[in-house]
């Protein structure tokens, strides 16, 4: 999970300083992703991060975003919950980190191009 974290952490996106780390892991279970998004909120210093994976028919969202940016108003639990409904689930957390299951695996890709969506959309706002 570590290492397809930093892949793209390598690829992403940034928006003023901020990274903007959108994808999808393969094969990892709910605490390699939540390592993943501490890894990568540690890395990048300043973040907005959402993290999916399938694990049967089940899908995973996890948003991670840095301090710097929860004060400025973005938070991860606002990113799971316009999100989740794409997959068909919900979920919720804390400003900094929060995560959403759903039903829904075909609809991944959508959530989290949405996500990305979203994320741009506030940092160039705020």
Not at 53 to 81: E, H, I, M, P, Y
Not at 102 to 110: C, S, V
């Amino acid at each position: 999970a570590l290492g397809q974290a930093r892949k793209l952490l390598e690829d992403c996106d940034k928006v003023e300083n901020a990274h903007v780390i959108v994808g999808q892991l393969a094969a990892v279970t709910i605490e390699q992703a939540r390592e993943a998004v501490d890894m990568l909120k540690n890395k990048a210093k300043s973040a907005a991060i959402v993290l999916g994976f399938v694990d049967d028919d089940k899908v995973t969202l996890l948003a991670g975003v840095t301090d710097d940016l929860v004060k400025k108003g973005l938070s991860a639990v606002d990113l799971v919950k316009a999100i989740a409904p794409i997959v068909d689930g919900g979920g919720g957390g804390r400003p900094q980190m929060a995560q959403a299951g759903g039903k829904k695996p075909e609809k991944i890709n959508e959530a989290l191009s949405k996500a990305e969506e979203i994320i741009k959309e506030k940092l160039t706002t705020i």
